[in-house]
């Protein structure tokens, strides 16, 4: 069992940036493959970017691709998501997921555990 909390959400103006953290209790997260995903009103849960067991490997939506970055520090057992030159069409609560599978996962099925979120709010 893998408890998530994630923490950092804000309000930032258009440009700016913010950082996410998901901290993870219960069995170690070094064990999971760890993404993020992000949902805004009325809209469906959409995969933002992911990282593997060892942090080796990352992947991300072409929305976020080189405004974004995700990390992880194992020995914390804690995620990380750099968010630069945000944009009012990144507005959304952002979730942290754990999944038991191998390799670098961006279908939310793959997602065992999920934290409870954190409201990020872009002003244009």
């Known amino acids: 069992q893998v408890q998530l909390v994630e923490s950092g959400g804000g309000l930032v103006q258009a440009g700016g940036s913010l950082r996410l953290f998901c901290a993870a209790s219960g069995r170690t997260s070094s064990g999971y493959a760890m993404g993020w995903f992000r949902q805004a009103p009325g809209k469906e849960r959409e995969f933002v970017t992911a990282?593997?067991?060892?942090?080796?490997?990352?992947y991300y939506a072409d929305s976020v691709k080189g405004r974004f970055t995700i990390s992880r520090d194992n020995a914390k057992n804690t995620v990380y998501l750099q968010m630069n030159s945000l944009k009012p069409e990144d507005t959304a609560v952002y979730y942290c997921?754990?999944?038991?599978?191998?390799?670098?996962?961006?279908?939310?099925?793959?997602?065992?555990?999920w934290g409870q979120g954190t409201q990020v709010t872009v002003s244009s």
């Open positions: 990282i593997n067991r060892s942090g080796g490997s990352t």
């Open positions: 997921a754990a999944g038991q599978q191998l390799g670098v996962l961006s279908i939310t099925s793959q997602y065992v555990y």
